[in-house]
Nanobody, 115 residues
Framework: QVQVVESGGGLVQPGGSLRLSCAAS????????AEWYRQAPGKQSEFVAT???????NYADSKKGRFTISRDNTKNTVSLQMNSLKPEDTADYYC?????????WGRGIQVSVSS
């Protein structure tokens, strides 16, 4: 079993930055894929970024250049650095780990971008 917990959300002004973290604990051995998704109020969930345990990354086109995903395998932690935030980035952000074919979601964390 794997537990996934997000942290680092909150309220930020437009143009500001936030760093989200996602910590996975439990039966994490070997390769994994970690992803960030978000869901804005009244909208469908959308993919944000992904990183593998080997460090390969991929981003949604609209996030390239503003968001950076990284990982620390020693801590089983994945981070999402978000810069130049816009009001439309307001959403609940969810982390997902896929380990040996099993997928585990965090409970999500709220990010609000507002002046």
């Amino acid at each position: 079993q794997v537990q996934v917990v997000e942290s680092g959300g909150g309220l930020v002004q437009p143009g500001g930055s936030l760093r989200l973290s996602c910590a996975a604990s439990g039966d994490i051995f070997g390769d994994y894929v970690a992803e960030w998704y978000r869901q804005a109020p009244g909208k469908q969930s959308e993919f944000v970024a992904t990183i593998t345990s080997s460090g390969s990354t991929n981003y949604a086109d609209s996030k390239k250049g503003r968001f950076t995903i990284s990982r620390d395998n020693t801590k089983n932690t994945v981070s999402l650095q978000m810069n130049s935030l816009k009001p439309e980035d307001t959403a609940d952000y969810y982390c997902r780990f896929t380990v040996r074919g099993h997928t585990y979601w965090g409970r999500g964390i709220q990010v609000s971008v507002s002046s």
